[in-house]
């Protein structure tokens, strides 16, 4: 999950933004990405919900987010 994290974090606008995103603080999600560290369900319930992907996406390790583009119709 450390990987999926990085990869929305990214697309999101990294990770504070991410952190108030989601509810919670930055550095529980700092936390979270750290090696051993091991992130709640509950986490990872709020987590594919920001990126739009269902939570078996996110914790299979293949987590595909497209970043947000503002001014730009689809």
């Given at each position: 999950?450390?990987?999926a994290?990085?990869?929305i974090a990214k697309a999101r606008g990294g990770y504070i933004a991410l952190?108030?995103?989601i509810g919670i603080p930055p550095?529980?999600?700092y936390h979270a990405a750290r090696p051993g560290s091991r992130p709640s369900p509950g986490l990872a319930i709020r987590l594919a919900a920001v990126a739009g992907?269902?939570?078996e996406v996110l914790l299979g390790g293949k987590?595909?987010?497209a970043p947000i583009v503002i001014g730009v119709a689809a």
């Open positions: 999950m450390k990987v994290i990085h990869k952190a108030v995103k550095s529980t999600l992907v269902p939570v987590v595909v987010v």
